[in-house]
Each structure stands twice: as C-alpha cells, then as structure tokens.
C-alpha cells in the first residue's frame, strides 16, 4: 500500500513518517512567508494538524505529498498573519501602560541572522500576498510550477505569471535599495554596510 494511501487510512506511522520528511521544508516556508521564527514554528504545528485533519482528502494514487503540505501551510501562515494583525491592532487600541523588558530578542546567536532576514522581509514583504506565495513555494521551497499551482489551486500558468511579476518588482525593489545603500554610502555614512539584498536572496 503507497503511503498516500496508508496516510488516507489513518496510518499513524506512515504520517509520522510524512512529518519526518516535510517538518524542515514547512518551517523554512513559513519562515519566509512570516519572517518569525516563533510563529514558524507555529505554522509547522498547525500545518500537520490540519494535515492530519483533511487526510481522508488525499488520492490514494499521485506523485509526492509536498505539494499538497505546502500548500495547507501556505493557507496556515496566511491565517495565522491574518490572526496576529488582528492581535496587534487591538493592542494598539489599549491604553499604554509601562513597557516591560523583552529579553527573548537578545539571543546572541540569531541577532545577525535576524537583521539579514529583516532586510530580505523588507524587499519580500513589498511583493503582493499572492506573488510571495508563489515566489517562496518556486524559489524557496523548491516546487516546479505544477506543484506550486496544485498547492495554491490555481492554474500553472497563473503560477508562471505571478512568478514573473514576483520576479522583475524584486529585481526593481532590489536595484532602488542599492542605489540607496550607494548614496548613504557617497554622503559618509562610516556604519557597517548591509549586504546586498540580492545575495542573500
């Protein structure tokens, strides 16, 4: 029997099976569709509870399952951002009170990733919702344009167009950036240079 099908049937090591191989790959997913490492981990979560969840949906005969994993981890994060803006938003309706200390951010060992992922975020999150979707599932995630669009529900070539416009707005957004970066650079800026977006992308 394919693991679809043993996962379809309630196959509680053929699932755990499908979590050892799809858990790293959902995390860096998340990772750049919500730029939070806590609320990655949330995604991951949620992803495989929903996955175990909707198992009876699966097709018993088909390629690999990460399509269809990435693709509730896709609709997952988008939620999960929907829910924490609404969060946010009514916080900031309170009134203010003494801030307390967040200590939680003085990881030594993340600072420096933290301010490379902040600046790929800050190009990333100037993409539509639906262009950075696409852009991590292809880029990122590694699916073709079948898998991405199987994972979205949408067209292949819904995919390859949303691809292409993802594309050409962050080889824009990226160019502006370094222009500026040269500019502050021109006028004696001596602070430590950011890299360049684009290799880190």
């Not at 999960?80 to 309706?93: D, M, P, Q």
């Not at 003085?106 to 979707?133: N, Q, W, Y």
């Not at 160019?175 to 890299?195: F, K, L, N, W, Y």
Request: hydrophobic content about 40%; aromatic content about 6%.
């Amino acid at each position: 029997m394919s693991l679809r099908a043993r996962i379809r049937d309630g196959d509680e090591a053929a699932f755990e099976a499908l979590f050892d191989e799809m858990a790293r790959p959902v995390y860096s997913h998340a990772l750049w569709l919500t730029g939070s490492w806590s609320t990655a981990e949330d995604v991951v979560s949620l992803t495989f509870l929903e996955a175990w969840r909707l198992r009876h949906r699966i097709d018993a005969d088909g390629g690999s399952l990460r399509p269809w994993v990435l693709g509730i981890a896709t609709n997952v994060a988008r939620n999960v951002r929907r829910a924490s803006r609404r969060y946010e938003n009514a916080l900031a309706r309170m009134p203010r009170g003494e801030a307390a200390p967040d200590f939680t951010e003085e990881v030594v060992d993340r600072v420096e990733a933290a301010e490379r992922l902040d600046a790929i975020r800050k190009v990333f999150g100037s993409l539509r919702r639906t262009e950075r979707e696409v852009f991590a599932l292809c880029v990122w995630a590694g699916l073709d344009h079948a898998e991405a669009a199987q994972a979205l529900g949408v067209a292949p070539g819904t995919v390859r167009s949303r691809l292409s416009r993802a594309r050409k707005r962050l080889e824009k957004l990226v160019a502006e950036r370094q222009r500026s970066a040269g500019r502050r650079q021109v006028m004696g800026d001596r602070g430590t240079a950011v890299q360049p977006v684009r290799e880190e992308c």
